[in-house]
């Protein structure tokens, strides 16, 4: 058996973009005055976690919620494709009310999980998990016995935490994707575990991802 990889996992803080409930997916939306703070939140309450290595999205958010826990532990940060959210497509840039407007069929779709749809333009449901989790799998497959953090996004975070807990990608959630929350999994063996989920008590509450 391989020594466990401890992954300390982050959704990137707040963006104005999260407020007014508009899909950012791969476009390159900079934190919000509360995400910064969130991120320098986030942080100081990483400094006794020993960690060894950081990983991160290399989208502007992840990537500066990323820099801030480099600052404060003086470990550098690799940006790696693999953690991007998801490509909506044309999606990107509109809230839920314009995309049921103009593609209702397509946001059906969407709100019931179908694992092979995507927005055009965009990801199928099923592809995007597959990057996303084996980007994971690879770090935590390179630091056998050390403790990582992975800054990305909310769609990520489900992602991983289906795989952790092996709920089916069409399953309902029922679990948080707050904004610069901790949550903490382990990898032995090629699998992942989950240890905790949405640790918010470094911050004064916390906005869930409604699009993951």
Excluded: K
């Amino acid at each position: 058996m391989n020594e466990a990889t401890r992954l300390v996992v982050l959704r990137h803080g707040e963006t104005d973009w999260n407020v007014g409930q508009r899909i950012q997916g791969q476009l390159d939306i900079g934190l919000n005055g509360v995400g910064r703070w969130q991120a320098g939140r986030a942080a100081a309450a990483l400094l006794d976690e020993g960690l060894q290595a950081i990983y991160s999205s290399d989208l502007a958010r992840a990537a500066d919620t990323a820099a801030a826990i480099s600052r404060a532990t003086g470990l550098p940060v690799h940006p790696e494709p693999g953690l991007r959210e998801r490509g909506f497509g044309r999606f990107e840039g509109l809230t839920f009310a314009e995309i049921q407007q103009r593609w209702p069929e397509d946001a059906l779709r969407w709100r019931r999980r179908d694992p092979d749809w995507g927005a055009e333009g965009g990801e199928r449901l099923a592809d995007f998990y597959g990057r996303a989790v084996a980007a994971a799998l690879a770090i935590a497959a390179r630091h056998p016995g050390q403790t990582v953090a992975l800054v990305a996004h909310g769609g990520v975070l489900d992602c991983l935490y289906r795989a952790a807990t092996r709920i089916a990608l069409d399953a309902p959630r029922t679990w948080m994707l707050g904004n610069a929350s901790i949550n903490r999994l382990l990898h032995a063996d090629g699998a992942l575990a989950l240890v905790g989920w949405n640790d918010a008590g470094h911050l004064e509450g916390g906005r869930d991802d409604v699009s993951a």
